[in-house]
């Protein structure tokens, strides 16, 4: 089993940065596969924001015009997402998971989520 | 860019078979994968790569995909399987999901 948990301030001011971390554990983020970010507005549906390999190599929802940085940080087993400029559109439950056999077949999946985390953007 | 449809909602009777849609452009060129999601809860996986069953999902779900929609089916349907259900596909490296569909078993 793969465990990822999601970790970040729950509350964050309009044209600020919103900064989450997910912490992996069972599992090493070197060991391969991809690992993304995906948010849910309340009420609604589920959004893909991005992500990326251990390597550096990383995609975005180009929707977020390229308000979105996804890193990986292997010595501790995590990778984080930053996301500038919020506003309250993008108060959301903000989900980390793992992404199985994902490669230029595009057959990938997500086979392992964390929690989420809900993040409100307001003053 | 890249959509994927899916109806708003579904019902379905206790027992019986419902079937939920996701339609693309040219869907059956991808791969499909459908996540269940109940109220307060991370999705979860049920089928990936259009047809395959992850270890632990019960056989009553099954999915297929050709021509420009795939289909989630889930035989004799059980109070437990309420929930949303999300249609995922990637178009080159950028990850689409449906809008989701809430199945009701009334």
């Known amino acids: 089993q793969v465990h990822l948990q999601e970790s970040g301030p729950g509350l964050v001011k309009p044209s600020e940065t919103l900064s989450l971390t997910c912490n992996v554990s069972?599992?090493?983020?070197?060991?391969?596969?991809?690992w993304g970010w995906i948010r849910q507005p309340p009420g609604q549906g589920l959004e893909w924001i991005g992500g990326?390999?251990?390597?550096?190599?990383?995609s975005y929802n180009p929707s977020l015009k390229s308000r979105a940085t996804i890193s990986l940080d292997p010595s501790n087993n995590q990778f984080s997402l930053t996301l500038n400029s919020v506003t309250a559109a993008d108060t959301a439950v903000y989900y980390c998971?793992?992404?199985?056999?994902?490669?230029?077949?595009?057959?990938?999946?997500?086979?392992?989520w964390g929690q989420g985390a809900l993040v409100t953007v307001s003053s | 860019s890249y959509e994927l449809t899916q109806p708003p909602s579904v019902s379905v009777s206790p027992g019986q078979t419902a079937s939920i849609t996701c339609s693309g452009n040219?869907?059956?060129?991808?791969?499909v994968g459908w996540y269940q999601q109940k109220a307060g809860q991370s999705p979860v996986l049920v089928i990936y790569?259009?047809?395959q069953r992850p270890s632990g999902i019960p056989e009553r779900f099954s999915g297929s995909n050709s021509g420009s929609t795939a289909t989630l089916t889930i035989s004799g349907t059980q109070a437990v399987d309420e929930a949303d259900y999300y249609c995922?596909?990637?178009?080159?490296?950028?990850?689409?999901f449906g809008g989701g569909t809430k199945l009701t078993v009334l």
């Open positions: 998971a793992r992404v199985s056999d994902f490669g230029d077949s595009h057959r990938g999946y997500f086979d392992f």
């Open positions: 069972d599992f090493s983020i070197s060991s391969g596969y991809y």
């Open positions: 990326g390999f251990y390597t550096g190599s990383t």
């Open positions: 040219k869907l059956e060129d991808k791969y």
């Open positions: 790569q259009d047809y």
């Open positions: 995922q596909a990637w178009d080159s490296y950028t990850g689409v």
